[in-house]
C-alpha cells in the first residue's frame, strides 16, 4: 500500500459563534492542510498518482478559504468555520475530481482535526 501527501496552508479569519470563550471573537489563523491519497496499483509511470494533480486541486479549493473571513462564505452560512467543517468542506470538494482518502487541518502546531469517509 502507498500513502501520498501533500501539504499546503492558507491563511483566514473566523469566529466561532456560540463558542463560550475567545474564540467566540473575530480572529485568525494559518491553517496547514494536508491531503493523503491511498493506493495499491501504480500507473504506467510507476505513480499511485501524480502530486502535482494533488496539489493543484489542493490549491484550488484553498484558494476559495485564502484572505478570507470564513464565516461569511457560502458554505459557512450554517455551520461554523471550524477546523471539522473545514476539513470536510476540503475533502467534499477535493474528493468530486481525486480519490483521496483522508484531509487533515492543522488550525495551530498543536492543534489537527482528520477527515474520512471511512
Ligand atoms: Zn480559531
Redesign the pocket.
Known sequence: MFELKVLDSFDAA?R?EGYPGK?ARL?G?TWSIEVFVVGEKLDELGMVIDFKTVRNSLREVLDEFDHQYLNELPMFRDKNPTAENIAMEIFDRMSQKIPIDRVSVW?SPKSCVTYSRK
Do not use: K, S, Y
Open positions: 473566523h466561532i474564540c480572529h489563523h488550525e
